[in-house]
């Protein structure tokens, strides 16, 4: 099971990544782009062009980690360079700012009886 703690950072980098990096090329990234280092405890977010697509990289004490979602439908919305952990997963969701204004993100059809 994984779990976040509520009060947990999230540094998005601020220039697309080729999705093809992993464990070594986005720690590289957040090591000399961001200026951080890989191995604190915060949640390092990656987009590529498109923006259709995101990797969240982490430690998670005893090796990194990494999340990976692709959007069928919509991209993820711009945002701050830091977010907390609320900001990340609206941001995942598709709310941008207003809580009421959502981008626009696939369903599956609903089953008719």
Request: charged share 25%; proline share 4%.
């Amino acid at each position: 099971m994984i779990s976040f703690s509520s009060n947990l950072k999230a540094y998005l980098c601020d220039h697309p990544v080729h999705m093809r990096n992993s464990f070594d090329g986005l720690a590289g990234i957040v090591r000399s782009s961001m200026k951080i280092n890989p191995l604190d405890p915060y949640l390092f977010v990656f987009f590529n062009k498109n923006r259709d697509q995101i990797k969240i990289l982490y430690w998670d004490r005893s090796g990194y980690a990494i999340w990976q979602k692709r959007l069928e439908i919509g991209r993820f919305g711009l945002s701050k360079t830091e977010l907390d952990f609320a900001g990340l997963v609206m941001l995942l969701e598709g709310v941008i700012g207003n809580p009421d204004r959502r981008k626009k993100r696939f369903a599956l059809p609903e089953k008719t009886a």
